[in-house]
């Protein structure tokens, strides 16, 4: 965790959970398992054997291993952290975790939430992979109550019943600092994780399509049903409950195995927002720019190249029969060289908060 963040739609990161488990092709790189070693290699945890071996030593119920990136564990002398912070942020919520793995219990959950009801004046981005179980938890989990300390002493009230989460003061529902969004990475994932999103309480709902691994349609996804019925949202009182994303975040992978994005999936995505005004923001390349767009240190930094496929197949363009329509080439120019700047713009827009009712 850190007040100060390199990651370009955050000013800080806060990770009161660390460890996860993939559940999808975009965790296939994740880079909070590769900076695992570098900031979690000295843990020891105790873990229960299982299998064969504690059949054959059932005298020995635990063993102490290094603490793999597996182990999801919960840190409640990280919750204060925020509050700690007197200048406001926005704080990219469990960069390296999933606030809704299975692991985590509800009440630790519900902790977290007290403190982003607590700190009113941080902007909070909570990102996941695991919609289903957030949506359940915003709308039916059962009652939880608890107190949210600072230096010792109770500040806010955190409860959730009925299927609201509100600190004492009288923040409102949903809470209006809160932005909750998905990861997607592909079409299928976009389709079965942003309805969830879409049925959950949120002043702000976005997705995050990084690594993007291929082009996604969210046109559906970018228009409320109540636009599409063209009903008055005052009169609904809608404003909080309209469903729709609210902001488009899309980056290509880095790293040392990163998978290149098509630059067209990029402009489609650029487009379906600007098309619907739905705030849009490029992270980043990643590891491969367009190779059209490169400009000579761009070139000169570059170690290789290849073609990829609007599939997301990559060819390195030395066999004429691995072509087909529609490829881009691309190079490898690592991910500072490559930049974030799309048809020579950058393109950093964020979400307006709707009024939300209290
Ligand atoms: S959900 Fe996120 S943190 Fe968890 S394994 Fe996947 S990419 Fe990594």
């Not at 630790?108 to 939430?113: D, L, P």
């Not at 806010?156 to 990475?185: C, D, F, H």
Request: net charge neutral; proline share 7%.
């Amino acid at each position: 965790m850190s007040d100060k963040s390199r990651i370009e739609w955050c000013d800080a990161t806060w990770n009161p959970v660390t460890g996860c488990t993939k559940i999808s092709p975009g965790c296939k790189h994740c880079y909070a398992e590769r900076q695992w070693p570098r900031f979690h290699g000295r843990e020891w945890v105790d873990v229960p054997l299982k299998g064969q071996i504690a059949e054959t030593y059932p005298e020995i119920p635990t063993v102490n291993i290094p603490r793999p990136f597996t182990h999801v564990m919960c840190h409640p002398d990280r919750l204060e952290q925020p509050l700690r912070w007197k200048r406001p942020r926005k704080i990219f919520v469990n960069s390296i975790s999933d606030l809704f793995h299975e692991d985590v219990p509800d009440e630790f959950i519900a902790r977290v939430f007290g403190v982003m009801a607590a700190a009113q004046h941080h902007t909070f981005q909570v990102l996941t992979k695991r919609p289903e179980r957030m949506r359940n938890f915003l709308v039916n989990c059962a009652w939880w109550e608890g107190w949210v300390t600072h230096n010792g002493s109770p500040v806010e009230k955190a409860y959730r019943g009925n299927g609201i989460i509100v600190g004492s003061r009288q923040t409102g529902w949903p809470l209006p600092n809160v932005w909750l969004g998905v990861s997607v990475e592909d079409q299928s994932t976009a389709d079965e994780r942003i309805p969830l999103l879409l049925q959950t309480p949120a002043a702000v709902r976005w997705i995050s399509a990084e690594p993007l691994l291929g082009e996604i349609n969210v046109d559906r996804y970018l228009l409320s049903s109540y636009d599409k019925a063209a009903h008055d949202y005052q009169m609904l009182g809608a404003e909080c409950r309209s469903d729709k994303l609210d902001w488009v975040v899309v980056g290509g992978e880095s790293g040392p195995r990163a998978r290149p994005m098509h630059p067209a999936w990029v402009r489609s995505l650029r487009d379906q927002c600007e098309a619907r005004g739905i705030p849009f923001h490029f992270k980043q390349w990643g590891e491969y720019m367009p190779g059209l767009d490169a400009s000579n240190e761009q070139i000169d930094a570059a170690r290789t190249g290849g073609w990829v496929h609007q599939s997301g197949g990559f060819h390195d363009g030395n066999n004429a029969d691995a072509f087909q329509g529609g490829d881009a080439h691309v190079l490898r120019a690592g991910k500072k060289s490559a930049g974030r700047q799309l048809d020579g713009q950058l393109l950093d827009e964020y979400p307006g908060v709707r009024p939300c009712a209290t």
